[in-house]
Nanobody
Framework: QVQLVESGGGLVQAGGSLRLSCAASGRISSINDMVWYRQAPGKLRELVAG???????NYVDSVKGRFTISRDNAKNTVFLQMNSLKPEDTAVYYC???????????????WGQGTQVTVSS
């Protein structure tokens, strides 16, 4: 089985910073894209930032210039550095990864349990 475990969420004042981590563990052969999503109360889940295995990144417009996604392939971990946080960044942040459990095997989608980020004004 494969597990994704997020950490690093919490309560921060507007303008502050947080660093989220998501570590994948279990039977893992390879991980393709790793992505951070978020879901605020009453809203749909949205993609925040994604990173390919080779390091190509993409961001939702609202976080460009403030958030940075990175990954450590050796540790099967993805990070989200969040600076200049705003109250509208408040949400549950979820980690997603495309994981293959063996050489030549298909990739499947896995999700973490989520971590709460709350930004006070």
């Amino acid at each position: 089985q494969v597990q994704l475990v997020e950490s690093g969420g919490g309560l921060v004042q507007a303008g502050g910073s947080l660093r989220l981590s998501c570590a994948a563990s279990g039977r893992i052969s390879s991980i393709n894209d790793m992505v951070w999503y978020r879901q605020a109360p009453g809203k749909l889940r949205e993609l925040v930032a994604g990173i390919s295995r080779s390091g190509n990144t993409n961001y939702v417009d609202s976080v460009k210039g403030r958030f940075t996604i990175s990954r450590d392939n050796a540790k099967n971990t993805v990070f989200l550095q969040m600076n200049s946080l705003k109250p509208e960044d408040t949400a549950v942040y979820y980690c997603y990864a495309q994981v293959s459990r063996g050489w030549g095997q298909a990739f499947y989608d896995y999700w973490g349990q989520g971590t709460q980020v709350t930004v006070s004004s």
